[in-house]
């Protein structure tokens, strides 16, 4: 049971609890028809933030100050669809959630859109927490009528994957950029366009973030495949080496050497799917040439 202290809107309303402590109460009708001072039951469908922890962002109840009901309500429904799809998750992300969003809208409002350069990595490394962040979309446009673009979709993303996993919005931005610098990296030590959409590159990006994730928490790799990787694949071995000291430099921590060899494995693994698909592509293109000159 709570006690009324203000309702925000219809869905959301600051309550004292038994403890005496405030919580956020956000749920279908828990404010409507309510005033101050009134009791309420928080039904299986509502859920009770704390007030009395602190966000990235700060205090949680100065950030409600500073973010509109409709933006709190939004980030509740998108964590609603977060929980559905993974099971548990920390709903305490709401505040820097509806943060964001209430300064993208903003934004959008005036005309200030801005573009992520990650938002292709983000959209294919946290795949299932970007669908989720794009439950959004129709939201907005029905309360708001703001239409939300891809680039904002790939930040709640972020939000959302730190909701699931125990790491920060801060820290799940660091993987993107880390595996954004090591494709293009790989790009232009190897003079290739590599395919996004190709398995190799898959493992890659995903190899690449839990590289990150282990320089962040300290943890190293037992087995060392450094001394074959560099007489087998020289050149990979030689490419790797430059990109774990570039992201290195980026995360401001030195990578383990044993991380080269590994490495080096995945940028190898590209390489030969990336020259398959070539030679493949020739094949076709030579025998599609044939059949035309044949009048086939």
């Not at 490394?125 to 891809?150: C, G, N, T």
């Not at 190897?190 to 190709?198: A, E, H, L, N």
């Not at 070539?278 to 035309?292: D, G, L, P, S, V």
Request: with cysteine; glycine share 6%; hydrophobic share 40%.
């Amino acid at each position: 049971m709570y006690r009324i202290r203000k309702v925000l809107n219809h869905n959301a309303a600051i309550v004292i609890g038994m403890e005496d402590n405030e919580y956020l109460l956000m749920g279908k009708g828990v404010g409507f028809g309510k005033k101050t001072g009134e009791r309420v039951e928080a039904g299986p469908e509502t859920t009770a933030y704390c007030l009395q922890q602190l966000t990235d962002r700060g205090d949680a109840k100065e950030v409600i100050k500073s973010v509109s009901p409709v933006c709190l309500e939004l980030a509740n429904e998108v964590l609603n669809e977060a929980e559905r799809i993974f099971g548990r998750i920390d709903r305490f992300i709401l505040f820097p959630m509806a943060g964001h969003m209430e300064y993208a809208v903003r934004r959008i409002k005036n005309r200030e859109q801005i573009s992520n350069p990650l938002t292709e990595d983000i959209r294919l490394l946290f795949h299932r927490e970007y669908k989720v962040a794009q439950s959004v979309q129709p939201l907005l446009w029905e309360r708001m009528k703001v239409k939300i673009d891809e680039h904002e979709i790939g930040y709640i993303a972020l939000h959302v994957h730190a909701a699931i996993e125990d790491e920060k919005v801060s820290q799940a931005m660091q993987i993107a950029r880390a595996v954004r610098e090591c494709v293009t990296l790989v790009e232009q030590q190897t003079g290739m366009k590599i395919d996004v959409m190709s398995l190799a590159y898959n493992r890659l990006m995903n190899h690449v973030r839990y590289m990150v994730a282990r320089a962040l928490s300290g943890e190293r790799l037992k087995l060392n495949m450094n001394d074959y990787m560099r007489v087998k694949f020289p050149e990979a071995f030689e490419t790797a080496a430059v990109i774990c000291e570039e992201i290195g430099r980026s995360l401001n921590r030195k990578l383990d050497d044993v991380e080269t060899g590994y490495l080096a494995m995945h940028i190898e693994r590209v390489k030969d799917d990336e020259t398959t698909g070539r030679a493949n592509n020739k094949a076709k293109k030579t025998t599609e040439e044939y059949h035309a000159g044949c009048g086939h």
